[in-house]
């Protein structure tokens, strides 16, 4: 069974979410970022943290990929041109989105105050807003890397309700559909409850 290490609420509902897509059991360790209980197996501090029989894995990218890859679910099988197209998109969602997203976290919390700069917030508005319509436009299926829920999908979701939190408008009929159809799905649900 794996053992999951990290608050529902940050980065970690990612990988819970991926495991209740994929039916897989799992025990949870809601420990904080920072806390003692993370830096004993991820020096950094930061969540979520993985571990499966006495091995650790970091970073959700890291961690849903090789889940769905170990469980064949959530993926196109590697070295197929739909895998590229969804590495494509997943290594979209977190170099536009995602990283745009920490800054602006970063310059309103996680920093310490002396080293926040929050005029920057406006420019990342504007980028992320960019960042949405490049998303939109590659969007092809009902699924944001063609037609079937993969990890990207995971991703960019959790993006979304991010942006949603942070007060990053998605200025995108589509992607706000698409995320209402997303967190309808049973899965997101029950990881949802776990964020309660």
Known sequence: MYKVIGKPMTRTFRVLWALEELGVPYALDPASPQSDAVRAYNPSGKV????????IITDSVAIITYLADKHGGLTAPTG??????????????IDEMDALLWTAARHSFALPEEHRVPEIKPSLRWEFGRSVARIEGRMTGDFVAGDS?????ILLTHCLNWARGAKFDVNSERLVSYGKRMRARPAFQRTASLAK
């Open 48 to 55: 979520p943290v993985l571990l499966e029989d006495g091995e």
């Open 149 to 153: 829920f993969t990890i990207a999908d």
């Open 80 to 93: 197929s041109l739909a895998r590229a197209k969804q590495d494509a998109i997943t290594n979209m969602v």
